[in-house]
């Protein structure tokens, strides 16, 4: 079983920024993806990003790549995910999720792959 926390939502101003933090725990398999998915009152949830943490290789919505990174830190489980130039449209419940899965050839943004969910984190953009 993985345990996953997440925080660091809040209230900000829209042109703003915003570090999400998802830390892992409990039986965490030595290879496995960290995704993030929102969701926003009335709407569907939906991929932002994800790291695979046996490869490094990290996978961003293509709407959100040039404001949205992803990071990781092996030695403390824990995923990053950095929020820049917030709009309201970013307005969500964000949600970590992990999967036992190595590597996806739809790049991990199919939230059915994803084995462990988090209870999630608001951020809410105001202008």
């Known amino acids: 079983q993985v345990q996953l926390v997440e925080s660091g939502g809040g209230l900000v101003q829209a042109g703003g920024s915003l570090r999400l933090s998802c830390a892992a725990s409990?039986?965490?398999?030595?290879?496995?993806?960290i995704g993030w998915f929102r969701q926003a009152p009335g709407k569907e949830r939906e991929f932002v990003a994800a790291i695979s943490w046996s490869g490094g290789k990290t996978y961003l919505a293509n709407l959100l790549k040039d404001r949205f990174t992803i990071s990781g830190d092996k030695s403390k489980n824990t995923v990053y995910l950095s929020m820049n130039s917030l709009k309201p449209d970013d307005t969500a419940v964000y949600h970590c999720?992990?999967?036992?899965?190595?590597?996806?050839?739809?790049?991990?943004?199919?939230?059915?792959?994803?084995?462990?969910w988090g209870q999630g984190t608001q951020v809410t953009v105001f202008s």
């Open positions: 409990g039986r965490t398999p030595s290879g496995y993806a």
């Open positions: 999720a992990a999967t036992e899965l190595n590597s996806d050839p739809d790049g991990f943004i199919r939230e059915e792959k994803y084995d462990y």
